[in-house]
């Protein structure tokens, strides 16, 4: 119930703190009973604890109020500073920033003493005595805690009644109680999501990486399984976690409205702990709805569509796709003072990823957008010459492919045109030998992944693993880069986790470990906060150099929008 945003990620030893302070202890006093005839009109256990559920994770009342608290004895805060999930987290199994360490307040842990490691049998030295029901109540209004002592001054004091207390506590009580779906005393289950018509050699691509990393994994880590069940009592809390890996391919085929039933039919045969990687040719929309829906974390899918619904928490995604490329040309515009400019968009009408980029920007002062509707061919003559002379005075945006955009030069030597055409690196492809050399000066492109020229450098960790292993596939490097980014992040986290096989754990876990991992796939920076959901958040500007074989050249910085 802490405020602020939680950057720093768990030491080890915060972490094995954490382990024995979550374990329950022996004996835990009973809370005193409620009287009933103060509700006597006492709503369903269900509707309890969506309220607590609302007022922990929203910081709303019910009576439909936000909740306000103080901090340091005078400052009244609200919103985020208020809502106890933003410090304890969704798992209630709580974090910690720079040196402070915020306590897990999940299922019964508060009415268990807390006790911190030791070596001597048989139960660790006591921190503090188990809270009951009013000197929880008290350190929630007063900040005084189990031990009479004051809470940190940023905690804050919150002026509840009873039954709004009371409804908090019914619902923390059934947070990070039961382990999750898709893990059982051996193994842990995830998958990976083919969806639409993947081409062969990109299914096996990925394929082969999620395979081979978990064959490995499970190879080297061969004699955990026995040192779990065998292990001694002061080393059980290392061994006890480990499971064995198992993956699960997911192949989603037929229109998009059909995927969901197809998830379900999945997701009952085996349930799994987390969606790792994946890949789709059409919108990731399906997918993003089924893993919220089922609580399922959905980790970093290489996708050019995903869903931007920053309040959703299951699906994490490595970049916003094309709709980043659409904010990247605002943001260069208005750090070059030229987003008074008029700016003329084109995209085909059924290129979704092309939409997406022009959504993203459509709604700015002075855009006007251009769609090429499919059925017609490639845009000629006279189609260029409209769209030229209305971005005479502005700049132009192409979303197309090469093909369409490579009808555009003869008419732009001809007919002159605006000083500067930005062009999707996505879309138009690394391929720019058609390019005239006299119009060069004038292309901008948008590249949200690391330069062509830095990126084997920054691949040599993956792509020397994949050589290693004999599955390398150059025209799937992106895939593979992705889903080997996905394993190692999710083989961290769960290395934090110790055990700890809740969904939202693993999550915020992941949140802490993106910023210290070495490997970024195809992506130069990354990193995620608490509640962020996409770990690449910028992108360069670039031009073509001069010279018989152009390449690609930043004109900026990587800068985010």
């Known amino acids: 119930m802490r405020p602020g945003k939680l950057i720093s990620s768990i030491t080890a030893a915060v972490l094995l703190a954490a382990a024995s302070a979550m374990a329950p202890a022996a004996n835990p006093p009973p809370a005193p009973a409620v009287d009933a005839t103060a509700h006597p009109a006492a709503p369903s256990t269900e509707s309890r604890i969506e309220a607590g559920r609302r007022m922990y994770l929203e910081g709303v009342l019910p009576s439909g109020e936000m909740i306000t ?89 919150y002026a509840l009644d009873d039954d709004q207390i009371e409804l908090l506590i019914d619902y923390l009580k059934t947070v990070s109680v039961e382990i999750s779906p898709g893990v059982d005393e051996r193994d842990i289950h995830f998958a990976t999501i083919i969806a639409g018509p993947v081409a062969p050699e990109i299914r096996k691509a990925l394929v082969d990486v999620m395979q081979v990393y978990v064959e490995q994994k499970n190879s080297e880590t061969r004699h955990e399984s026995k040192r779990a069940q065998d292990a001694p009592w002061h080393k059980e809390w290392l061994f006890s976690p480990y499971r064995k890996w198992v993956m699960h391919v997911w192949e989603l085929t037929g229109a998009p409205e059909t995927w969901p039933a197809q998830l379900e039919r999945y997701y009952r045969q085996q349930p799994v702990f987390a969606v790792l990687s994946g890949v789709a040719n059409g919108p990731w929309q399906p997918v993003h709805r089924f893993c919220e829906q089922t609580e399922l974390p959905c980790l970093f899918p290489t996708t050019d569509l995903p869903v931007i619904a920053e309040q959703d928490f299951y699906p994490i995604y490595l970049s916003k796709g094309m709709a980043l490329e659409g904010q990247l040309v605002n943001r260069h515009r208005l750090d070059d003072g030229q987003v008074n400019r008029p700016l003329v968009q084109v995209y085909r009408a059924d290129d979704q990823r092309a939409k997406a980029a022009a959504e993203a920007i459509r709604q700015e002062r002075g855009v006007r957008t251009v769609v090429w509707h499919p059925g017609e061919g490639q845009p000629g003559t006279e189609f260029w010459r409209q769209v030229l002379d209305e971005a005479e005075d502005g700049h132009l945006t192409l979303w197309l492919s090469q093909a369409d955009v490579d009808t555009l030069w003869p008419v732009l030597e001809q007919n002159g045109g605006p000083d500067r055409i930005y062009l999707s690196s996505s879309l138009y492809g690394d391929n720019t030998d058609g390019v005239p050399p006299s119009l060069r000066d004038r292309l901008l492109f948008i590249h949200i992944n690391e330069l062509p020229s830095r990126l084997s450098r920054l691949l040599l960790r993956s792509t020397g693993w994949l050589r290693v292993k004999h599955i390398y596939a150059p025209k799937a490097r992106e895939v593979q880069a992705n889903a080997y980014f996905a394993l190692k992040v999710a083989g961290d986290a769960l290395t934090h986790i110790r055990g700890y096989f809740f969904r939202d754990y693993f999550i915020e876990r992941i949140e802490h470990t993106v910023d210290s991992v070495p490997y970024t796939s195809v992506y130069p920076r990354i990193s995620l906060a608490p509640g962020q959901r996409f770990a690449a958040k910028g992108g360069y500007i670039a031009r073509l150099s001069p010279g018989p074989n152009p390449a690609l050249v930043a004109v900026t910085e990587w800068i985010t929008p």
Do not use: W
């Not at 400052?75 to 809502?83: C, E, R, S």
């Open 69 to 157: 608290a103080r901090v340091r004895n005078d400052v009244t805060v609200g919103g985020d500073f208020a809502i106890c999930g933003t410090c304890h987290r969704r798992s209630g199994l709580g974090s910690s920033e720079g040196s402070q360490v915020i306590p897990a307040i999940a299922g019964d842990r508060l009415f268990n003493p807390l006790r911190l490691p030791t070596r001597n049998l048989p139960l660790a030295p006591q921190q503090r005595p188990a809270y009951n029901m009013e000197t929880l109540k008290r350190a929630i209004r007063s900040g005084v805690d189990a031990n009479g002592e004051l809470l940190d001054p940023l905690m804050p004091r």
